[in-house]
């Protein structure tokens, strides 16, 4: 029984990352296409995102690449990423940084919806990107709201322990 | 000062996420070209819609929080611009003059200056008036290897203001040196710049 237990959650664990939402898949498939590289298979990546989520976050999915050959600058990643996003997905952050031979971008996107809140959240260094999809539910977002920095934070040590 | 710009980034980050299409900060060309030479620039940008968004999660209960919804509700956006670069001197102070400029009299009153000589840090703050109102809010703090830009749009109640110190992680604003009244603020601009 408790095998079935374990298998149910593996299942169910592995649907919340594969399945995905269309702006997703749609945003995994422009960088893919702009930046002639495929995203990584990582094995059990739904069970390690269900563990590693923090509370008040659910449906994370990520995708991490690796190989971008082609030089990206901020306007250009933007550019890709608003393609496939529809109107109710709003930029909150943008950050560029300037490394010594290309520069790193990072956009956050920001869905609200009635008492939940969508977040995008997407990467892109000079051999690398990563995208980052959740929901906040209202427990999440009063806590993002009493302590914002501590809750960014936590988001990003939490993603990048599930990246591990 | 420098709490003053945090706390400007905080009250943005606060209001969670934001949105662009509608009224962006402005800058000067030259200052806009900073981008190119900054070795990080960040870019928030909030507007009311997601601002009222927000708000709804602040409890109705709690005084603290009720006030913080009201300031938040009547906002129209907030917008941060900010520039780190590596070695001092990236920018000149004629780029940041190009960009207080924008800010004159008789929409934008300049109701804190501060100049540092040691540090280099010298950060002024901007209230717009609308009918005897505070309309918005501007602070620009030029550090030496720094460049920040903070543009709160919007009616704004300085009293209301210093109720969120202590909240969302904004620390806590001491009411006696904040102006109590922008007509007020106005006069005392007006006698000193330099604070």
Redesign the interface.
């Given at each position: 029984m408790k095998s079935l237990r374990v298998l149910t959650l593996l299942l169910c664990a592995s649907t919340v990352a594969a399945a995905g939402d269309h702006e997703f898949r749609s945003v995994v498939h422009s960088i893919e296409s702009a930046y002639n590289v495929h995203h990584m298979h990582l094995p059990l990546l739904g069970v390690a995102l269900f563990f590693a989520r923090p509370a008040g976050v659910g449906g994370l999915k990520l995708a991490v690449f690796e190989g971008l050959k082609t030089p990206t600058d901020?306007a250009d990643v933007t550019r890709v990423i608003e393609s496939s996003l529809g109107p109710e997905w709003?930029?909150?952050?943008?950050?560029?940084?300037?490394g010594e031979t290309a520069g790193e971008t990072t956009l956050i996107?920001?869905?609200?919806a009635g008492t939940h809140?969508r977040?995008l959240i997407v990467n892109v260094e000079p051999s690398e990107a990563t995208v980052v999809e959740f929901n906040l539910n209202?427990r999440a977002?009063?806590k993002?709201?009493?302590?914002?920095?501590?809750e960014?934070d936590n988001h990003s040590t939490h993603s990048h322990r599930a990246e591990q | 000062m420098r709490t003053t710009v945090r706390s400007g980034i905080?009250i943005l980050?606060?209001?969670?996420?934001?949105?662009?299409r509608t009224q962006a900060m402005q800058l000067p060309p030259d200052v806009e070209k900073l981008?190119a030479i900054?070795?990080?620039?960040?870019?928030?940008?909030?507007?009311g819609p997601?601002l009222r968004?927000?708000s709804k999660?602040?409890s109705a209960e709690d005084p603290d929080e009720r006030k913080a919804a009201k300031l938040i509700t009547n906002l129209k956006g907030i917008y941060v611009r900010s520039f780190e670069f590596d070695k001092e001197g990236a920018y000149t102070s004629a780029e940041v003059e190009e960009l207080r400029a924008q800010f004159r009299p008789p929409v934008w009153s300049r109701v804190v200056g501060v100049r540092s000589q040691r540090e280099g840090d010298n950060v002024d703050v901007f209230f717009k008036l609308e009918d005897e109102q505070m309309a918005g809010i501007v602070v620009i703090a030029a550090e030496a290897k720094e460049l920040t830009v903070v543009n709160i749009v919007g009616p704004i109640d300085v009293d209301q203001l210093s109720d969120l110190g202590g909240?969302?992680?904004i620390p806590k604003l001491n009411a006696k040196t904040l102006p109590k009244s922008p007509i007020k603020s106005v006069a005392k601009a007006d006698k000193g710049d330099q604070k």
């Amino acid at each position: 029984m408790k095998s079935l237990r374990v298998l149910t959650l593996l299942l169910c664990a592995s649907t919340v990352a594969a399945a995905g939402d269309h702006e997703f898949r749609s945003v995994v498939h422009s960088i893919e296409s702009a930046y002639n590289v495929h995203h990584m298979h990582l094995p059990l990546l739904g069970v390690a995102l269900f563990f590693a989520r923090p509370a008040g976050v659910g449906g994370l999915k990520l995708a991490v690449f690796e190989g971008l050959k082609t030089p990206t600058d901020t306007a250009d990643v933007t550019r890709v990423i608003e393609s496939s996003l529809g109107p109710e997905w709003h930029l909150f952050v943008k950050v560029r940084s300037k490394g010594e031979t290309a520069g790193e971008t990072t956009l956050i996107y920001a869905s609200p919806a009635g008492t939940h809140m969508r977040m995008l959240i997407v990467n892109v260094e000079p051999s690398e990107a990563t995208v980052v999809e959740f929901n906040l539910n209202d427990r999440a977002i009063k806590k993002w709201m009493k302590e914002p920095g501590e809750e960014a934070d936590n988001h990003s040590t939490h993603s990048h322990r599930a990246e591990q | 000062m420098r709490t003053t710009v945090r706390s400007g980034i905080v009250i943005l980050l606060l209001g969670l996420p934001p949105f662009l299409r509608t009224q962006a900060m402005q800058l000067p060309p030259d200052v806009e070209k900073l981008s190119a030479i900054a070795k990080e620039t960040v870019e928030v940008k909030m507007d009311g819609p997601m601002l009222r968004w927000a708000s709804k999660f602040l409890s109705a209960e709690d005084p603290d929080e009720r006030k913080a919804a009201k300031l938040i509700t009547n906002l129209k956006g907030i917008y941060v611009r900010s520039f780190e670069f590596d070695k001092e001197g990236a920018y000149t102070s004629a780029e940041v003059e190009e960009l207080r400029a924008q800010f004159r009299p008789p929409v934008w009153s300049r109701v804190v200056g501060v100049r540092s000589q040691r540090e280099g840090d010298n950060v002024d703050v901007f209230f717009k008036l609308e009918d005897e109102q505070m309309a918005g809010i501007v602070v620009i703090a030029a550090e030496a290897k720094e460049l920040t830009v903070v543009n709160i749009v919007g009616p704004i109640d300085v009293d209301q203001l210093s109720d969120l110190g202590g909240e969302f992680g904004i620390p806590k604003l001491n009411a006696k040196t904040l102006p109590k009244s922008p007509i007020k603020s106005v006069a005392k601009a007006d006698k000193g710049d330099q604070k």
